[in-house]
């Protein structure tokens, strides 16, 4: 069963502009984590924010938590070409198993 | 240093036949996954591994087996594929130092299908 639904199933933006993706899930989480697959490849770990954490930061990304609310968004600033992909949050419940979303299918144009 | 290695990246069957996927990571891994993505379903988790000798079901363990005989290695077997198994497979190792659940390395995926 999947955990996490990201919300939009797909955002198509400009270059130079914001891209926002939403994460929600349903029970308690240990962390949350996003990902992004470029077309044809595997998963790259991007930034993980644990339960008690409410934002973390990476170079262009900014990841916050709501954990009242049970839901997550990432936060590409200056989007480039390069950041086309999809993007998937994840789930850590109390074990060692992640549960993936359905994820969010990012395009940037150029 | 190649990371997460998965063998073949391609593969066709005919429904019936039998198959084993190889995974290999050379960090020194404890744990190590075994997923199936298919289009709009995200990763669903297949079977998984806490260390050398030990596996576990995940969510959609029917019709696979596992392997992990030594710690480096991780096979999925598929005993009598079906149709429905038709997917891309995706292995992943996570290091467990820090706590539960750390970032997970992935391979680039092996493409199957069954006809």
């Known amino acids: 069963s999947q955990q996490g639904e990201e919300d939009p199933q797909a955002l198509s933006i400009q270059e130079g502009e914001n891209a926002t993706m939403n994460c929600s899930y349903k029970?308690?989480?240990?962390?949350l984590q996003w990902y992004r697959q470029n077309s044809g490849r595997g998963l790259v770990h991007l930034i993980l924010?644990?339960?008690?954490?409410r934002e973390k930061h990476s170079g262009r990304l900014r990841v916050t938590l709501d954990t009242s609310k049970k839901s997550s968004s990432l936060l590409i600033t200056a989007s480039r070409a390069a950041d086309t992909a999809s993007y998937f949050c994840?789930?850590?419940?109390?074990?060692?198993?992640?549960?993936f979303g359905a994820g969010t299918i990012l395009r940037v144009k150029s | 240093n190649a990371g997460v290695t998965q063998t073949p990246k391609f593969r066709v069957l005919k429904t019936g036949q039998s198959m084993t996927l190889l995974c290999a990571q050379d960090m020194n891994h404890e744990y190590m996954y075994w997923y199936r993505q298919d289009p709009g379903m995200g990763l669903r988790l297949i079977h998984y591994?806490?260390?050398?000798?030990?596996?576990a079901k995940g969510e959609v363990p029917d019709g696979y087996n596992v392997s992990r005989l030594k710690k480096q290695n991780f096979l999925l077997g598929l005993e009598s594929a079906a149709p429905s198994q038709t997917s891309v497979y995706f292995c992943?190792?996570?290091?467990?130092?820090?706590?539960?659940?750390?970032?997970?390395?992935f391979g680039d995926g092996t493409r199957l299908s069954i006809l």
């Open positions: 029970t308690s989480i240990n962390n």
């Open positions: 994840a789930t850590g419940e109390y074990g060692n198993k992640l549960v």
């Open positions: 591994s806490v260390g050398e000798g030990t596996t």
């Open positions: 924010i644990r339960s008690n954490e």
């Open positions: 992943a190792s996570s290091y467990p130092r820090g706590g539960n659940n750390q970032p997970q390395h």
